[in-house]
């Protein structure tokens, strides 16, 4: 099993739950919080708290749901 598991939320955002290092463009390291299990990365684009999820994409009118292939 992954060390990392990242889930697609409907109409929402990316939940990362594991132990990684999530980096910039220029290789800096964003602050975590180890306490927390999860982290929400936005995925709709209108956080104001990118990379981070704000809660924006339920005023967006944010819309996605992909699956995954079916086997
Ligand atoms: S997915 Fe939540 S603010 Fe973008």
Known sequence: MADVRIRVRPNGPLLVEGSF???DSADATF???KDKPVVALCRC?????????DGSHNR???K????APSE
């Open 21 to 23: 290092d999530l980096v």
């Open 31 to 33: 602050p975590s919080n």
């Open 45 to 53: 684009g209108t956080s104001e708290n990118a990379p981070f999820c």
């Open 60 to 62: 967006s009118g944010f």
């Open 64 to 67: 996605s749901e992909p699956l």
